[in-house]
């Protein structure tokens, strides 16, 4: 949901950005805008896809629409084979500067570390709904009957197992379950290495919000270098170079509110502390009702014995 919330803010300042800024454009970039933080979207939940294709796709189709709005704004005729040999001509000529590979470079190490933390909590979800339906075994299952009711036989309701005796038949039950132990303290690890770069620099936040602010300059490059740009394409014979707009400056920003802050510190705390959890899910189960506390006696499986 953060993530949602970081991305939502991001694509609709950059938005406003053509909205207020580029209005001859605003229309036509909506398309790729949308496109650009579908694909960023995409790229944090695991789509086999890069940020720098993203970021390259959006410059690709940015250009035709700043070529012949903004630079040769007598341009009214943007076929489809013209659009396409813009977007071609995109790649050659780099009319956007440095401002492109920047976005990539500022771009690609926050969104690894969400790509990697949304993967880590999905493969998180995953094994505990594994081990959520894992299969009782028959004999699990007799053992357990053994533990709980053979007691009843002898007319021994109120006797509960000892404690030695239901850590073995829990830790023969869960055998399988706990080989997970080593696989989850890594999964727990990793989450806690990746939230800790996460929150030491608010890189995804500042990235995402930067945006807009990387896109505005791509263009205002390009309207600086207008002359050259439509000299080198070639392809109108209109020539113009366009005073560079200055689009005022935003001060809006976005950051996590306090409750949503403190409700992920919460639950990577809370998954902190379950770091032995499969560790030690038998002690957790005899340390419950299973097993008699405040008694001298209990049943070992055969008899009832001294505590």
């Known amino acids: ?78 076929s489809e084979d013209y659009t ?3 977007r071609l001509t995109r790649q050659d000529i780099n009319p956007f500067g440095h401002y492109s590979k ?11 570390a969400s790509r990697m933390l949304s993967q880590a909590l999905s493969l998180g979800i995953e094994v505990i709904n594994t081990t959520e339906h894992a299969a009782v075994s028959k004999e699990c299952s007799r053992a357990l009957v053994k533990m709980q009711y053979c007691p009843h036989c002898q007319g021994l309701t109120l006797i509960r197992p000892c404690v030695g005796y239901c850590l073995n038949v829990m830790r023969g039950c869960l055998a399988s379950v706990a080989e997970l132990d080593a696989q989850w303290r890594e999964f727990i690890s990793t989450l806690e290495y990746l939230t ?22 791509a263009i205002l490059h390009a309207q600086l270098n207008g002359p050259q740009l439509s000299a080198t394409v070639s392809v ?22 306090k409750s949503e802050e403190t409700d992920f510190h919460k639950f990577i705390n ?33 008899d009832v014995v001294e505590r």
Not at 24 to 45: G, H, N, Q, R
Not at 271 to 290: H, N, P, V, W
Request: charged content about 25%; some cysteine.
């Open 236 to 257: 109108s014979d209109y020539l113009c170079s366009l005073i560079p707009q200055s689009s005022s400056e935003n001060g809006e920003s976005f950051s996590l509110t």
């Open 196 to 217: 800790n770069e996460m929150a030491a620099s608010h890189e995804l936040e500042m990235a995402l919000s930067g945006i807009w602010s990387s896109i505005n300059e």
């Open 102 to 112: 920047n976005m990539v470079t500022e771009l690609s190490k926050s969104l690894w």
């Open 84 to 86: 396409e040999c813009l």
């Open 270 to 302: 809370y998954m902190k502390r379950s770091r032995t959890f499969y560790a030690s899910i038998a002690e957790r189960l005899c340390d419950g009702d299973l097993v008699m506390r405040d008694s001298s006696t209990c049943w070992n499986g055969e």
């Open 1 to 78: 949901e953060a993530f949602e919330s970081l991305l939502r803010f991001a694509e609709n300042r950059t938005s406003s950005l053509f909205e207020t800024a580029y209005r001859p454009m605003a229309k036509e970039a909506a398309e790729p805008v949308k496109e650009l933080f579908t694909d960023i979207s995409l790229y944090i939940l695991g789509a086999e896809t890069t940020v720098e294709s993203a970021v390259l796709r959006f410059f690709d189709s940015l250009f035709p629409l700043v070529y012949s709005r903004l630079i040769n704004p007598g341009i009214t005729d943007l």
